[in-house]
């Protein structure tokens, strides 16, 4: 069965660091994710992308925040100075089209801790 | 706003015993309803989902009915296993914004 694959599964930064998520979606689905879950919390959406471009992202989704899709099959997601509140699980997920009936497809996520 | 209410745990059961999780939703359209699993170390996993009122959604013995006039959705297990312990989270999502809106999600403790 296709997954959504995600790297690093884990990843240890310096506060101000740079660091890039990773994200494989299922080959044949057009809709892609950023969730993230702080540790005890909720999980929050932070970005959808369609089309090559972002179609809604949260408030939390501010300018130190990108993604991309560099390839026809990779999908990331960078964070260009990271803060200690941004240490959190990242989920990835993706799904085949439009519309609210449709299953999101989620990765294993990648645990970012940042010192 | 759109948002996902859950029973606080965790909740610690003894096999076979039954199982609900409340889950309540507030929502400014007409939202899909699902169920997540994740367990121990993995990642996110679709359990259940409805999308219409008195939908019932069911998988691996688990149900939950979508129930509109007490906009709730609660998860539902008549014998629960070992290998149910994980953390179910509820989440709904609008037709036109596709994105989750998650609930805080329950711990499952089954204790053999």
């Known amino acids: 069965e296709p997954e959504v694959t995600q790297t690093p599964s884990h990843q240890v930064t310096q506060m101000g660091q740079e660091v890039i998520l990773r994200c494989v979606p299922i080959s044949n689905h057009l809709y892609f994710y950023w969730y993230r879950q702080i540790l005890g919390q909720k999980v929050e959406f932070l970005v959808s992308?369609?089309?090559?471009?972002?179609?809604?992202k949260s408030e939390i989704f501010d300018d130190q925040f990108s993604v991309e899709r560099p390839d026809g099959s990779n999908f990331t997601l960078k964070i260009r100075s990271t803060k200690l509140e941004d240490s959190a699980m990242y989920f990835c997920a993706s799904r085949v089209r439009g519309g609210g009936v449709e299953t999101q497809y989620f990765g294993p996520g990648t645990r970012l801790l940042v010192l | 706003g759109n948002s996902v209410t859950q029973m606080e745990g965790p909740v610690t059961l003894s096999e076979e015993a039954f199982l609900t999780i409340n889950c309540t939703y507030t929502?400014?359209?007409?939202?899909?309803l699902f169920w997540y699993v994740q367990y121990p170390g993995e990642g996110l996993q679709l359990l259940l989902k409805?999308?219409?009122?008195?939908d019932k959604g069911s998988n691996k013995g688990f149900e939950a009915t979508y129930r509109k006039e007490t906009t709730s959705f609660h998860l539902e297990k008549g014998s629960v296993q070992v290998s149910d312990s994980a953390v179910y989270f509820c989440?709904?999502?609008?037709?036109?914004?596709?994105?989750?809106?998650f609930g805080a999600g329950t711990i499952l403790r089954v204790k053999s």
């Open positions: 929502a400014t359209g007409y939202p899909s």
């Open positions: 989440a709904l999502s609008l037709q036109r914004g596709n994105k989750l809106v």
């Open positions: 992308f369609y089309n090559n471009e972002i179609s809604e």
């Open positions: 409805a999308t219409k009122a008195d």
